[in-house]
């Protein structure tokens, strides 16, 4: 976990006033599940689970309920709110750097082909009989 993910946390329970631990009682399933579904828009579902301390069907059973508990799960709505608010300002820049890394490995491996492909054309042109 690194530093903005942690300190989105810490500050999170802070706000609501919660000391996070595992228990099933509502307040802690509700800030949990509305932060898990909420870092989700940052972050693959696999991360947010170790994160968590959970496997990934988690945050996909999370993701399932949200519609849901929005609506009908006292106290959830405002927890949710309140993450997503936290997640765009923590983990935003957790997102440009991921897409930043993804597209330098893509030039990185496309400068490989080109290279690849310029040796395989004097190659060609160096063997090829002349046409007459």
């Known amino acids: 976990m690194n530093d903005n993910t942690k300190r989105l946390i810490d500050e999170y329970y802070s706000v609501l006033k919660i000391t ?4 099933r009682k509502a307040p802690q ?6 932060l898990m579904v909420a870092m989700a828009k ?4 696999t991360a947010v689970g170790q994160i968590f301390g959970y496997d990934h069907s988690t945050i996909v059973h999370h993701e399932g309920q949200h519609e849901a508990n929005l609506f009908s799960w ?25 897409k930043l890394t993804s597209i330098k490995v893509q030039i990185k491996r496309l400068e490989r082909l080109a290279e690849n492909l310029k040796r395989e054309l004097v190659w060609v042109i160096t063997n090829s009989s002349p046409r007459t």
């Open 29 to 34: 399933v509700q800030a949990r599940a509305a």
């Open 74 to 98: 006292g106290g959830y709505k405002d927890k949710y709110l309140l993450a997503e608010r936290m997640c765009d300002t923590h983990l935003k820049y957790n997102t440009i750097e991921n």
């Open 20 to 23: 996070p631990d595992k228990s």
């Open 42 to 45: 940052h972050m693959t579902k």
